[in-house]
């Protein structure tokens, strides 16, 4: 497999040379075709894609953050529509302006926007660091990862988050000596990535990590580290004012009614047993369930550890940095969540892959395992994604969608699963995880009591929802 890939990066090398843009142009049209193609085939519909939808199908008539889907009782709170993000609101907003009806392939066309954002800030990334043949199969790795054909599909904003994130980083390297003002925009950035996202927040100590990389122990004499600082600073204060200063009850009140319970990061918990859990449930994600490549991240730390350049330094700290961010700030390691760390990891592996590639044949037992070992797991990896979107998981929702609006009459009022709103949009549609945060709003209150409060007409329930 190797010696074909040598070949076939001579000949590219020999049709391009002085015109890279052209196979640049190429990586990018087939990455395009690719994803055009697997959009509405995969990842099946989620319900997160329909509260997503249905908050900017709300804001578009409203003005407010705030969709039908969205728990019923949360109106008797001042100042309720503050509550949730509003970046990753606006931008599918802004595209279902242009329609009649929801539709579920709109907002994942904005999910799969943010992706191409996303795919040019790691090109940059890997260029600046490492060279643009490192750019090309980083590119590639993260393109077609399974974390990325899962975040940028679905219509969630973990891809807004990891975008923005990856942009400051890309941002604060533009310059070949960090300045003030791209640092400020960089830490500004972070700030908005974190109000797409609370994940996004482990970008924040990656940029100090990268300038104390740069800089090492004089980092706090720098004018570009302070800028980072200044930039993250003026992020919480856009978070704080457009969330929580206005009605600050309101936001605690949601804040442990819907997640303090179960998302309450790692490191805050202060919980030593739940601080070692994170790290099990980190290696348990990342090696056997999210990213096949993560052995050789190893191998591409180490192979960077040898090189003296300040780049080489600079991409152990963005690694290793939001591989601990994520760690101990991330509690949940679901499967639309490691957008924000794979890119970076991805960046460390394409520096193993290409020298695989260069790496000439030796017969030694210790390289047989090695070039077995890189080329079956990136093998693995892309088998993996063109395995999964073979299924067409849109035809199944479509054909659940018509069944189900078959029997509903008009008018009537329905709880269920919130992936099937954008067939029933005109409805009185609420979620049928009200009745779980109903319970937490009113504890002594029971399942009769939350159906009496929400009035249902019809109950819809399928695997996902029993």
């Known amino acids: 497999m190797s010696k074909i890939m040598e070949q076939f990066l001579e000949k590219s090398r020999t049709l391009y040379r002085g015109r890279p843009w052209v196979g640049i142009l190429l990586v990018f049209i087939v990455i395009l075709i690719f994803h055009g193609w697997s959009l509405m085939r995969f990842p099946q519909p989620f319900v997160d894609e329909a509260w997503a939808a249905n908050r900017a ?16 009782f949360m109106t008797e709170f001042p100042g309720y529509w ?5 970046l ?33 800030c790691i090109y940059w990334i890997a260029r600046r660091l490492l060279g643009q043949r490192h750019a090309v199969v980083s590119l590639l790795l993260v393109a077609f990862s399974w974390p990325f054909c899962i975040s940028a599909h679905w219509a969630r904003a973990d891809i807004t988050a990891a975008a923005l994130g990856y942009g400051a980083i890309a941002l604060y390297l533009a310059p070949k000596t960090p300045r003030f003002w791209t640092s400020l925009i ?32 004089g980092v706090w004499k720098r004018r570009d580290f302070w800028g980072i600082v200044a930039g993250g600073a003026l992020g919480i204060v856009f978070y704080a004012a457009l969330h ?15 997640f303090s319970a179960t998302h309450t990061p790692p490191l805050l918990t202060l919980d030593p047993g739940v601080i070692l859990e ?48 994520y760690t101990l700030w991330v509690r949940n390691k679901m499967p639309y969540y490691p957008i924000v760390l794979t890119p970076i990891f991805d960046v460390a592996v ?37 395995v999964a979107v073979q ?38 549609y609420d979620s049928w995880e009200e009745l779980v945060y109903y319970r937490r709003y009113r504890p002594e209150a029971t399942v009769a009591d939350a159906f009496a409060y929400l009035r249902p007409d019809v109950l819809i329930l399928d695997g996902l929802s029993e």
């Open 244 to 258: 929580i200063l206005r009605y600050p009850a309101t936001y605690f009140t949601f804040q442990r009614l819907f």
């Open 350 to 386: 394409a520096g193993v892959v290409l020298d695989e590639i260069s790496r000439p044949w030796r017969r030694q037992v210790g390289f047989y395992a090695r070039r077995i070992l890189v080329w079956g797991l990136v093998l693995a990896s892309l088998v993996r994604v063109c």
């Open 186 to 217: 960089a830490g500004l950035m972070v700030g908005l990535a974190f109000e797409a996202h609370p994940n996004a927040a482990i970008f924040g100590p990656a940029l100090v990590a990268l300038s104390w990389a740069t800089h090492g122990w």
């Open 82 to 86: 503050t509550y949730f993000p509003l």
């Open 278 to 325: 994170a790290f099990r449930n980190m290696a348990i994600s990342m090696f056997l369930e999210v990213y096949p490549l993560s052995p050789l991240v190893v191998l591409g730390i180490f192979s960077l550890w040898r090189s003296p350049s300040v780049e080489s330094r600079q991409l152990i700290a963005a690694v290793l940095s939001l591989a601990l961010g």
């Open 57 to 72: 199908w709300s804001f578009l008539q409203t003005g407010r953050v705030f969709g039908t889907l969205d728990s019923d």
């Open 88 to 120: 990753s609101v606006l931008a599918q907003a802004g595209v279902l302006q242009f329609l009649a009806v929801p539709s579920l392939l709109a907002v994942r066309l904005v999910s799969f926007f943010w992706g191409l954002v996303l795919l040019g």
């Open 391 to 428: 299924y067409p998981y849109d035809q199944d929702y479509q054909n659940v969608q018509q069944r189900i609006n078959a029997v509903i009459a008009p008018g009537e009022s329905i709880i269920g699963p919130q992936t099937y709103w954008f067939g029933l949009y005109e409805h009185d």
